[in-house]
């Protein structure tokens, strides 16, 4: 039975027992009020897991789902699979939302007749503090606009493919019982955004800064592995490979994007302590393409440093001197 006024939050949680009480009251403290919470525990080592379940025991529209370390992709899936709101969203158990979120989401999508909510954020730091805001989203789009016009904004970086940027109506992720699902690897976003975005006709926006993204040094998107090498170059190639597919008008802004997303693939690769072959060889390739890229103009400022050092040769030495810098212990 699908509610038609409820909103699905689904929150995958793991290891963020400093964090969790604040992500978890900005849902409790929401102006809207037909929520249900679905949290899975993906397998969680520290009190996670706990102050969870002391969250359902007080409050009945939380639902926790306890399950082995399958990764986030898959817990967003199950949380999908349980849900049963008209709306769905995820949010990270280490960030947080405006209590506004819902109430102005669900109303502009009923007002607007679409099926996607899209919103701005801030970045915070670990402490919660803030840091900066995300390029905002209403520079080149109106209030409501097309999918090609979100697909070409997220090819000029002006809007990034956060699923949790995103309140979607459930009717565009389960249809015929057709799921659109997760893959299983990290930087899923870019792979599952675009498809979703996809499946829209066209998205209300937001110009308001609804979402507080919290900037971990060791949250599994900080920490380089070579898994998470492995799954940024899938993503990027996927993420190619759909442009010039279903949107080969905008095959034309596709290097502005690229040059950014290698510039990170680079630096990921560069944090690898003694990489073999494989990272070594994949960072070679990836300074070429740096180099043949010509769309310096539109990085932000400190890709263009990034930009500068990498091509220079000077990105991994200054790097690592930064990194033994901000390590020293004086005695």
Known sequence: MIY????????????????????????????????????????????????????????????????????????????????????????????????????????????????????????????????????????????????????????????????????????????????????NIMYEDVIWTPKTLQLAKSISISEKYFYNYRQRKHSIVHVSTIKSIRDRKFGIENFSDFIKKCYPQFEIYLGIWRLAALIHLYAMCASIKNPHNEIEQLQKNVRKQIQLNKNINNLKATDKIKYFLIISQLFVPITNTVRKIKNFKFE
Not at 93 to 107: G, H, N, V, Y
């Open 4 to 183: 038609k006024t409820l909103v699905s939050v689904i929150v995958p949680v793991y290891n963020v027992e400093n964090y969790l009480s604040k992500s978890f009251d900005s849902i409790v403290n929401q102006t809207y009020k037909d929520i249900e919470i679905i949290v899975i525990n993906d397998g969680s080592t520290d009190s996670s897991g706990k102050i969870a379940d002391k969250y359902a025991e007080k409050f009945s529209n939380f639902k926790v789902y306890h399950t082995e370390n399958r990764g986030l992709s898959e817990a967003r899936n199950y949380g999908l699979e349980k849900s049963k709101g008209e709306y769905i969203f995820f949010l990270d158990p280490d960030d947080w939302i405006e209590k506004e979120l819902f109430e102005l989401a669900i109303t502009k999508m009923n007002q607007d007749e679409t099926n996607i909510f899209l919103m701005n954020f801030n970045f915070v730091n670990d402490q919660g503090r803030y840091i900066s805001k995300n390029r905002n989203v209403r520079t080149n789009t109106s209030a409501v606009c097309s999918t090609e016009i979100v697909m070409k904004e997220i090819l000029l970086n002006h809007i990034q493919c956060f699923v949790w940027q995103f309140v979607v109506r459930r009717s565009l992720l389960i249809n015929r019982s057709i799921c659109h699902n997760f893959k």
